[in-house]
């Protein structure tokens, strides 16, 4: 079983920081790519970033150059830095994991973590 938990959300002034963290529990971290998405109130939830389990990153074009996305393979942790935060990133952020088991994709999610930004 795995299980996913955010932390690290909070209420920033635009031009803020905020660092996310996901700890992951199980055994799946290691074979899985790590994401962050998000979902602004009355909005679908959108893809932010992942990351390979070989580190290798894609962000999407809103927060290119702001956030970065990383990973602890020891720590089974991954981690959402969040820089020069705009107004528009508020959203609840989600941590997925995604792992290939053949035959089928696996998608893991956690609870989300609220970020708010105030300009």
């Known amino acids: 079983q795995v299980r996913l938990v955010e932390s690290g959300g909070g209420s920033v002034q635009a031009g803020g920081s905020l660092r996310l963290s996901c700890a992951a529990s199980?055994?799946?971290?290691?074979?899985?790519?790590m994401g962050w998405y998000r979902q602004a109130p009355g909005k679908q939830r959108d893809l932010v970033a992942t990351?390979?389990?070989?580190?290798?990153?894609n962000y999407v074009d809103p927060v290119k150059g702001r956030f970065t996305i990383s990973r602890d393979n020891a720590q089974n942790t991954v981690y959402l830095q969040m820089n020069r935060l705009k107004p528009e990133d508020a959203a609840v952020y989600y941590c997925n994991a995604r792992a290939l088991i053949m035959p089928a994709v696996w998608d893991y999610w956690g609870q989300g973590t609220l970020v708010t930004v105030s300009s």
């Open positions: 199980g055994n799946i971290f290691r074979m899985s790519t």
């Open positions: 990351i390979t389990r070989d580190g290798y990153t």
